[in-house]
Structures are given as C-alpha cells and as structure tokens.
C-alpha cells in the first residue's frame, strides 16, 4: 500500500475511534439483557431437536401413535421458542454494531467470519424447521424424520461458531494490533486454531441439554403435582431428564476443567471468582462472603482447595487481583456470586441427578417420591438461572475488556447518545414478548391434556 | 473485478433476495394491515399468514448475511453505518422483535378476536420494518454517513427527502411483489375467488409502487445529485431500464392473470432497482470512503469468500426444497393425518441395557481420568470424547423401561 493511502486509513480509523461515553454502563447492561433472554432460547435450539427426534424415532420403530403426537406437539414448541430465538439473535446482531462499532469496525476482519459462517447454519436450522415442522402430514415418515436431522446438526454448528468468537474475544489471536488498526489477520487461526474455545463450547453444549431437559421436565413434573401423570406425560418427563441427568454429572467435570482453562489464560479472572485479592501460595477457596479490601469477609474458607483444583497442587501459587493496575480489575463481587451461583446450582442438579439415576439403577422406574418431582419443579428455573449466571461470569470477569487485554469496553462503545431510549424500548419490548412466549407455552400445554 | 469487491457482490446478492423474499413477507403482513374487519378481512389475513409461515424465518436469514458479510469484510464502514444510523437500525430490529413475536403468539391464539389482535401487531411492524430499512439505504445512497463513531447527523441521516422516498418505496414494492405472490398461492389451492381479490391489490400496488419509483427518482434529482447522473446517464442505466420493463411486464401478467411468470418479473424489477444503486454508487462506500479503503485485509476476503462458496452449495439446494415443497403446496397444515404408520416391529435380540449401563460407567471413569486428572490437551480432547460417550451409552439405561421402550 502506498504511504499516502496508508494516511488516509489511519484517518479513517481516528474517526471511527471511541465515542463519547456518557452511556457506557446503559450500553452494558443493554447488551447483558439481550444475552439473558437470547441464551435460554437457544438452549432449546441446541438440545430440542435431537430430543424430537428421539422421540420421533421410537414412533418409526414401533408405531405407536403416542411418540408421534408427543413429537408433533413438541415440535410446535420448538417452533414457537425458534421463531422467538431468531428475533432476540437479530437484535443481538444489530447490538454488535449499534452498541460496539468500535469494535466491530476494528475487529470485524477478524472475528466476523465466526458469524458469516453461522449465518449458513442459521438457513439451516431455518430452512429444515420450517419442513419440520409444516411437513407433517405432506412428507413420508421417514423423509420427515430426516428433515430434523439437520436443525440439530445446524444447532451445533451454530453455537460452535458463535463461541469460538466468544473464545477469541477471551483469548485473542490471529492479528496484530497496533495504533488502533489490525494487521496481519487470519481469521482461520483467530477462530478455530484458537485453544481457549473447546471448553466453553462443550460446556455450552452440555448447559443446553440441561436447561432444555430440565424446563420441560419441571414443566410435566409441575402436571403431575397436579394429577397428570399418564403415560404420554411419563414419557415426556423422562426423555428429556435422562439426557439432563447424564448431562448434569458430565458437566460437574467439564466445569473443572472449564476453571483450569481460566486459570492458565485469564489469571484476573480466576482471582475475581474466588476474591483472591493477592497472589498466595496455597490459595483458599471460600463459600460465600462479600470481597472487600482485598479480601473475602464472612465466607467459609476451605484452605489450600483453589490452588488444588486450578493447578493440581496444594502448594500451586495463584495469582492475586494484585497481579494487575485496579484499572484493569473486573468487578469481582458480581463476577463472584455468579460464579458461586453457577456452581452451587450445579452441585444441587447432579446431586438431583444422581437420584434419578441411582433409582432407574436399582428399579429400573422413575423414582415415585413427591418430593423428587418438587425438586423438579425448582430444576427447571435454576438450571436457566445457572446459564445466565455463567455467562455473567465469563462476559463480566473479561471486563474492563472487551477483547481481552487488547481492547477495553470503554474504547468499543457507540457515540450516540440514544442508549437510554433504545434501552427502556429494548425492556419493554422484551418484557411484553416474555409474557407472550409464557402465555403461547400455557396454550399449547393446556392444548396438550 | 477484484478481490475486494467480491464478498460486497455477494452480499448485495444477499441484499436483492432479502428484498424479494423478505420484502414480501412484509407485504403480507401490509395486506394484514388494511385487510379491514369482518369475514372477508380474515380471509385475507389467514391467506398472508399461511403463506409465509414456513417460510419466513429462512427468508430472514438473508438479512443476517448481509450483516454479517459487511460487517467482516467492510468492518470500518460497518461500524460507521451502525452508530450513525442506530436510531433507524433500532426501529428495524425492534420491528423484527414483534413481529417474530406476533408470529409465535399466533399459535396460541384461539378465538377471531385473538388472532386479530396480534395480525395487528405483526402487520404494523411489517411496515415499520421495510420503511426503517429503506431509510438506511437511502442514508448511504444520498452520502450522508462518513467514517466516524457517529459519522454525521443520528436524525437527518435517515430524515431526509431520499431516505423517505426509499423507505416508501421498499413498503410499496414489498406490498405488490407479495400480493403478486399470494394471487399465484391462492390459485394453487383452489381459492380462485380469493385470488381475484389479490389480484385488484396486486394491480393497484403495482401502479402505487411505480408512483413511489418515479417520485423517488425525482427526489433523488435534487436530493442525491451524483446517484442520480449515474442512475440515468451512467453505467446504471442498463439496470434502470430492466427494472422499468420487468415492473411493467409485471403488471400486464397480473392483468392477464398469469401468476407464475409475474412472479418471477416481480422479482427481477427489485433485483434490478438494486443493481442499479450498486452501480451508480460504485465505487463508493460511504461518504469520503471507498469500497476498497474500506474492505478488510486478504486473507479476511479469501476466507469470507470461501466460506460463503462452500455454504453457498449446502444452502442452495436446501432453499430449493423448501420452496419445492411449498410452492407445490405440500406445506401447508391442512390437520388430516398422514397416511399409515410405518411399522417396523422388527423385534432386535435385546441388547442388553445393563451392558449399556457398565459401558457408560467406564466412559465416565475415562473420562475424568483423561479430562480431570491428566493436563495435557490431547488427554483433554480424549476426556470430552469419553463424556459425550458417557452419555450417549448411558441414555437407554438412564430411561425407565415401563415408560419408553427403548431398547429392541
Ligand atoms: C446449566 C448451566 C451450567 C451449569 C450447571 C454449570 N455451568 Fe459453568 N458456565 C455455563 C453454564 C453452566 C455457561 C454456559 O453459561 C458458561 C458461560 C461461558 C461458557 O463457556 O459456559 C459457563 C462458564 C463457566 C466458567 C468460565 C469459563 C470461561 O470464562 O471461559 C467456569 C470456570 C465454569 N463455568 C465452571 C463451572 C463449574 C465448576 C460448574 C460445576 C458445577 C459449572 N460451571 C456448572
Ligand atoms: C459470542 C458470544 C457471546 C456470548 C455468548 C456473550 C454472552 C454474554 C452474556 C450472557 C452477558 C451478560 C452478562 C450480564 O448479565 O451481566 C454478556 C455481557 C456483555 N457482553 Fe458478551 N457475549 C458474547 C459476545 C460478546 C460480544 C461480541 C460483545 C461485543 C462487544 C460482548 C460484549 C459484552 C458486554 C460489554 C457485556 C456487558 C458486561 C458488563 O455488564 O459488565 N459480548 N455477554
Ligand atoms: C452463547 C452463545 C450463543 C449461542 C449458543 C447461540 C446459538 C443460537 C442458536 C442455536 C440459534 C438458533 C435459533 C434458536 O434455536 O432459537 C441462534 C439464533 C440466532 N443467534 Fe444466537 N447464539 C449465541 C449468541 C449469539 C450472538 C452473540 C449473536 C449475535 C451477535 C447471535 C445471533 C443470532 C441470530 C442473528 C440468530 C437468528 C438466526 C436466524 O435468523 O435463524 N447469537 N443462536
């Protein structure tokens, strides 16, 4: 490129720089509010089809009718809980530009291929729902069962692709950055040879399967308190809580390795986790508590237990909130009760878990005692609530930054001074759609008995 | 042609579809919205609802393509568009929002009144959306967004003589190509009656929608000078000319009621009417901004392009069934029940769940072992593995045998 053209860019990249910021925390939570109520939509997206299909599958072996009208009555779920996916990614699509065109417009040539590539899984899903689900009477059996096969493959690939640029902003490479402009960019390594993804797309994935399988089972566990309890509704509790419970222990051990990722690549944000203020030798884990001053206040400590789980070694040293200027600090009480609210969730749904399964073990039946289904019942909220929670840990432990120590927040945030109106039209629009998708849920339940 | 201008071809293709398609599942829901009360009206309304319904959530999908296409391969004139135009941006998504949810909601409605009100709903969104996306593109084409974090005004970007006459415009034109469309839908079915009344729409929209094009080249006269020279001078006047005759011919099929080829016309005169600003604005992006200063560096375009390419085989094929299937009218939930049950009772020698339940239960040891006790990555990978194994194996045992019988 010759010099003068290289001026004229510098130019244009000093004009696009960080706005004004009056609105920045506005613009966050702005940002966080779509996530909250784009990711437990997704959920079903990830692990709704497949569990269709299974159910679709046992009516092509056997015949029998009711696999069929479960399947079909399910399929109209998907497709109302789809149609509200799609919108809520829309707007989250348009927030990466409308919130953060700093950072778009800097990292767009490095990052943007992720959704370029998941806009095909998108058409996908899209295209495959819509035989799915309108092909019912029209297409052969088995021709319909094979048109479901790709929305869930199309629900991996989407979230895969979504992740690895979470995974890239966590971890980022593939690029030089220097004076505000990228150079020497490979979006293939940024994306996909990047080493920091895998754990959160498997632990993603599985967090799907859970939220899915434990809403719908809360959802016929709640019938059957109230007297429901035929075979159809035994047979739509258990197929999506088999695969919960499964998934739920699984996920205990994923998460561990999950924190060991953190550990070795965002030292910050493990130490937000456990309120560790200063680096130790021998670091403590605590439950609860409130982190000031440096410290966690009132938690109950367990010694050595961090250092243990992050590196395998009770003496293992672990780096501090101290290791980095307070400017570069996340907020480590929010970061630290969603850590802990994630884990304690988790714990409480293997341990529900391992009941379930321990009594198919022995008895080969679900288990008969009211209070398992009661549990059921709570399972469902808790396991969106440890979702969200998850992602506050992640996304909120990465701050100050938005791409990690390359770029902060502050510097990605829009100039435009509308946030405050486009946040409470934001609210209330999503407000009014939860109350509809919670009222269609009701109709097509109630239809269902 | 060169590298840089490759994946903004193909995103303005992505752009023409979106138009098309999308634009007219907007015009179904305009036709919602002056559909009036009464009988007749919910004739109207239930026609434009069944014909988009299987369709509409992979037609919008082109407008996520688009998206994401400039915003990895433009990313500098990407980020200028969004922060100068979020107010028009923000109208188009929350437009979006309720409309996807007035789609959702529609499946629980039981009673006329029910569903109603929620056609209201999606049917005023269907407007607000296409006018607030049309104002956009007048944004860029009149030159009034720059390069810059906002780049220019965030109200006379989009309230402008040009945006108006673009956003009235892709209102108009959604309107006719849809109600094109549903005349062609309503005769496959048997509703010649109800075609009729399409028709009279489709003619009176099609004469709005040419009004709308020539007052919109007028404005551009004195309100986008450069577009306008290049629109009806320069290299865009091929494409004007095709757009003009393919609206006419259009309207001269819909006149002789020959649905099927208008409808391909129809889409031609959008298409065309695109093509046509691409060329005359061609080469610039923005305002002070070129295509080529703003695109992304080469290896971002070889990437975009493959992928694009390679998705482009997947997705193509996938399009054509579904619109096979629907324009053969296959989709369409008539509620009969289909024809018998394909019973394959082939009984299986039981395999036996209790091996299922020790195989998951040794994938679960591995799997910790490799994942949870070993740290090297590789281990790692072979842990994971070892999980996903754990559940698959141990699904049939983790189901209770009375309740779904799953092994055969
Ligand atoms: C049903 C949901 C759910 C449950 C039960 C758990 N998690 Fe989780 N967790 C998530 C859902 C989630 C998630 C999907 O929301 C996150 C956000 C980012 C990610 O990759 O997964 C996450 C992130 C996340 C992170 C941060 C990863 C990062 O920043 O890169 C850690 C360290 C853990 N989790 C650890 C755990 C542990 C030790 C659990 C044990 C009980 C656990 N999670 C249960
Ligand atoms: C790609 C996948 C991504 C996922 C799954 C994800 C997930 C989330 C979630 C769930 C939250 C909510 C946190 C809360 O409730 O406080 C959040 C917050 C946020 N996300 Fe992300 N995010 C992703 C990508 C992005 C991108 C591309 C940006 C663009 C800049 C971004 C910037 C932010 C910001 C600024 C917040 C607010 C943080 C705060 O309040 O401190 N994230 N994200
Ligand atoms: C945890 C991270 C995310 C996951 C796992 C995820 C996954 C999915 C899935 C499976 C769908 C299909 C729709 C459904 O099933 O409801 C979907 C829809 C969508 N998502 Fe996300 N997503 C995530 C975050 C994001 C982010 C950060 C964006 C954009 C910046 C985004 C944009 C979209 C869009 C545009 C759609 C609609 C696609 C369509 O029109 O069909 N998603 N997402």
Known sequence: MVPEQMNHLAAIVAALGPGEQKYLSQARQMQALSFAVHIPLVAFGIAFPAMILFVESRYLRTGDELYRTLARRWSRILAALFAAGVVTGTILSFELGLLWPNFTGTFGSVFGLGFAIEGFSFFMEAIFIGIYIYGWNRLSPRMHFASGIPIAIAGFTGSLTVISVNGWMNHPIGFRYSHGRVTDVHPLTALFGNSYFWHELTHMYLAGYMVAGFVLASAYASGRLGGRWGRYERTALAVPLAVATLASVAQIFIGDWNGREVATNQPTKLAAFEGLGKTTKGAPVHILGWYTDGHVEYGIPLPRLLSLLAFHSTDATVKGLDAVPSADRPPVNVVRYAFQTMVGIGTGLALLSVVYLATLARRKRLPESTWFYRALVVAGPLSVVALIAGWVTTEVGRQPWVVYEVMRTSEAVTGADVIPVGYATLALVYLALAAGVAWVLLRLSRRST | ?408
């Open chain 2, 1 to 408: 042609m060169h590298l840089y201008e490759l994946p903004l071809l193909f995103a303005l293709v992505g752009l023409a579809l979106y138009t098309v398609l999308g634009g007219a599942d907007f015009g179904a829901g305009f036709w919602q919205l002056v559909a009036g009360r009464g009988e007749r009206a919910d004739e109207i309304r239930d026609e434009a609802h069944h014909a988009m319904a299987p369709v509409w959530e992979a037609n919008h999908v082109w407008l996520i393509f688009v998206l994401t296409v400039v915003w990895t391969a433009y990313p500098a004139g990407f980020g200028s568009i969004a922060s100068t135009l979020s107010i028009p941006l923000f109208i188009a998504a929350i437009g979006i929002v309720m409309r996807g949810g007035a789609y959702a909601l529609r499946a629980g409605t039981r009673t006329a009144g029910e569903q109603r009100r929620v056609d209201t709903v999606f049917a005023v969104s269907s407007v607000l959306t296409p006018f607030a996306l049309g104002t956009v593109i007048g944004a860029i084409a009149s030159e009034r967004v720059h390069v810059g974090n906002p780049g220019g005004s965030l109200v006379t970007s989009w309230l402008n003589p040009t945006s108006i006459a673009i956003g009235v415009l892709a209102v108009a034109s959604g309107a006719y190509t849809s109600a094109v469309f549903l005349c062609g839908d309503a005769i496959r079915r048997g509703e010649h009656a109800l075609a009729e009344r399409f028709r009279n729409r489709a003619l009176g929209a099609g004469l709005a929608a040419g009004g709308a094009a020539i007052a919109g080249l007028i404005v551009l006269h004195f309100d986008a000078e450069r577009i306008f020279r290049r629109l009806t001078q320069g290299v865009g006047l091929p494409a004007l000319i095709v757009s003009v005759l393919a609206g006419l011919a259009t309207l001269a099929l819909v006149w002789r009621r020959r649905y099927e080829p208008a409808r391909y016309t129809a889409a031609i005169a959008v298409a065309a009417t695109i093509a046509g600003w691409a060329l005359a604005q061609n080469p610039v992006f923005l305002h002070g901004l070129t295509i080529r200063e703003a695109a992304a560096g080469h290896d971002t375009l070889v990437a975009v392009v493959v992928a694009i390419l390679v998705g482009a085989l997947l997705l193509f094929p996938s399009l054509a069934l579904l619109f096979r299937l629907t324009l053969g009218g296959e989709l369409r939930d008539s509620g009969q029940p289909s024809g018998g049950a394909p019973v394959r009772s082939r009984r299986r020698a039981l395999v036996s769940i209790r091996l299922d339940a020790r195989l998951s239960v040794a994938f679960l040891v591995a799997g910790i072992g490799f994942l949870t006790v070993a740290n090297a990555q590789w281990a790692h990978a072979i842990g994971v593995v070892c999980f996903f194994g754990f559940i698959l194996s141990g699904y049939r045992a983790a189901l209770p045998a009375d309740v779904v019988d799953a092994g055969e």
